[in-house]
């Protein structure tokens, strides 16, 4: 491979978007260094590991301790820190990564180490999102995929998962301040059916609300449920303004404010309902999104079957065509499942369990593992297995 050096810098909020979208653009394959200073004026540095246009490895060395892995397995309730101790060791002697080591020791599933992986890559990514004052560079080199590692990351779905963050955070802020305050429950039982749909209180805030315990952070509601601070945070958000939950004022005054000046209820409760709004819009938006990339997949599986005779179609194009029919099957059976539930599927083999697809429809058309969803709010994205 040659060697190709590109360099730039950092000087506006986008600027790490259009680097990382940049970069998928081309298709590169290399790393991408990064060192900014990010609102506070701490020192961000990334090492983003590129495989023909997509993130499959994050390194920080200014990741802070609780988004180290161990830490995170630990808080998340995976494995224990005398596992972690234990696995560190084993992990420097043979030169193998620490989630490696747990999962062939049986500590840890394959599958709980991908998802908590993708949060520390993504948490990291955003950290870096709103950065200026910087540099970055890039230099093209030969990446092999690290066993265990979650399902590549795309630079646009990161761009734009940044982007709503950006702008939703104040307003999710004003009911969740902090990652360090506590939230209790305010009904006994489970949340009724009826208000769950009223308040658009999905499979997520459902997770979340079984999590909410008193002694539970914000903090460590994210590595129990494996999802991203602004995921959680904006479930919280939901349950907040449905009034199904309320941030536990002991652990509130503990932290201290962290919003400028001091907000009324009524300033507060003003800005439920503007997230509110948000949160319908969003859903709104991303099945217009999910719907469009559907259309555009089955239209280069239809182009492909109209070719005229004569011209040579590679068994790659035949299986990605393959591929598209079987991602539509899949996505017809999750909108059945949607509407005989009320709510998508935390997991794609209760559509096995439900007669709505076979077992072997999850691993069309000849991959060894087998698709998965990860809901997001009211949407879900599809992952496809690796080849």
């Given at each position: 491979?040659?060697?190709?050096?590109?360099?730039?810098?950092?000087?506006?909020?986008?600027?790490?978007?259009?680097?990382?979208?940049?970069?998928?653009?081309?298709?590169?394959?290399?790393?991408?260094?990064?060192?900014?200073?990010?609102?506070?004026?701490?020192?961000?540095?990334?090492?983003?590991?590129?495989?023909?246009?997509?993130?499959?490895?994050?390194?920080?060395?200014?990741?802070?301790?609780?988004?180290?892995?161990?830490?995170?397995?630990?808080?998340?309730?995976?494995?224990?820190?005398?596992?972690?101790?234990?696995?560190?060791?084993?992990?420097?002697?043979?030169?193998?990564?620490?989630?490696?080591?747990?999962?062939?020791?049986?500590?840890?599933?394959?599958?709980?180490?991908?998802?908590?992986?993708?949060?520390?890559?993504?948490?990291?990514?955003?950290?870096?999102?709103?950065?200026?004052?910087?540099?970055?560079?890039?230099?093209?080199?030969?990446?092999?995929?690290?066993?265990?590692?979650?399902?590549?990351?795309?630079?646009?779905?990161?761009?734009?998962?940044?982007?709503?963050?950006?702008?939703?955070?104040?307003?999710?802020?004003?009911?969740?301040?902090?990652?360090?305050?506590?939230?209790?429950?305010?009904?006994?039982?489970?949340?009724?059916?009826?208000?769950?749909?009223?308040?658009?209180?999905?499979?997520?805030?459902?997770?979340?609300?079984?999590?909410?315990?008193?002694?539970?952070?914000?903090?460590?509601?994210?590595?129990?449920?494996?999802?991203?601070?602004?995921?959680?945070?904006?479930?919280?958000?939901?349950?907040?303004?449905?009034?199904?939950?309320?941030?536990?004022?002991?652990?509130?005054?503990?932290?201290?404010?962290?919003?400028?000046?001091?907000?009324?209820?009524?300033?507060?409760?003003?800005?439920?309902?503007?997230?509110?709004?948000?949160?319908?819009?969003?859903?709104?938006?991303?099945?217009?999104?999910?719907?469009?990339?559907?259309?555009?997949?089955?239209?280069?599986?239809?182009?492909?079957?109209?070719?005229?005779?004569?011209?040579s179609v590679s068994n790659d194009s035949w299986r990605e065509a393959l591929t598209m029919a079987q991602v539509e099957r899949?996505?017809?059976?999750?909108?059945?499942?949607?509407?005989?539930?009320?709510?998508?599927?935390?997991?794609?083999?209760?559509?096995?369990?439900?007669?709505?697809?076979?077992?072997?429809?999850?691993?069309?058309?000849?991959?060894?593992?087998?698709?998965?969803?990860?809901?997001?709010?009211?949407?879900?994205?599809?992952?496809?297995?690796?080849?």
């Amino acid at each position: 491979m040659s060697q190709e050096v590109i360099e730039g810098r950092l000087s506006r909020h986008e600027d790490f978007g259009e680097v990382l979208l940049d970069m998928g653009e081309r298709r590169v394959t290399g790393f991408l260094k990064v060192q900014a200073n990010d609102a506070g004026g701490h020192v961000i540095a990334l090492r983003v590991h590129f495989l023909d246009g997509e993130i499959v490895q994050v390194d920080s060395p200014t990741r802070p301790d609780h988004w180290r892995l161990g830490q995170m397995l630990v808080r998340g309730g995976l494995v224990t820190a005398s596992d972690v101790d234990a696995a560190l060791g084993r992990a420097q002697a043979r030169q193998k990564q620490i989630g490696a080591v747990l999962v062939g020791q049986k500590k840890l599933e394959q599958d709980q180490l991908e998802a908590m992986l993708e949060v520390q890559f993504m948490e990291a990514l955003h950290r870096a999102v709103p950065c200026v004052d910087g540099g970055w560079r890039f230099k093209s080199r030969e990446v092999i995929e690290r066993a265990g590692a979650p399902p590549p990351l795309l630079p646009e779905e990161i761009v734009e998962r940044g982007r709503i963050q950006h702008e939703h955070w104040d307003t999710i802020r004003a009911l969740v301040p902090n990652s360090d305050v506590a939230f209790v429950k305010t009904i006994r039982g489970p949340i009724p059916e009826d208000q769950a749909q009223a308040n658009k209180v999905g499979s997520q805030e459902l997770l979340l609300f079984s999590l909410i315990h008193p002694t539970r952070t914000v903090g460590d509601l994210v590595m129990l449920a494996r999802l991203e601070t602004f995921e959680v945070c904006r479930s919280l958000a939901i349950l907040t303004h449905g009034g199904f939950v309320a941030m536990d004022e002991r652990s509130a005054a503990a932290t201290g404010p962290t919003l400028k000046g001091q907000e009324t209820n009524e300033e507060r409760l003003k800005k439920a309902a503007a997230f509110h709004s948000f949160t319908v819009v969003l859903v709104v938006a991303c099945l217009a999104v999910g719907v469009g990339i559907f259309l555009s997949m089955r239209q280069s599986a239809q182009n492909e079957e109209n070719k005229p005779s004569g011209i040579s179609v590679s068994n790659d194009s035949w299986r990605e065509a393959l591929t598209m029919a079987q991602v539509e099957r899949i996505h017809v059976a999750l909108e059945v499942y949607r509407q005989r539930t009320g709510d998508y599927p935390v997991r794609l083999g209760v559509l096995v369990d439900e007669k709505l697809l076979e077992d072997g429809d999850l691993h069309y058309p000849d991959y060894e593992r087998p698709y998965r969803i990860k809901l997001n709010g009211e949407s879900y994205r599809l992952i496809r297995p690796k080849k």
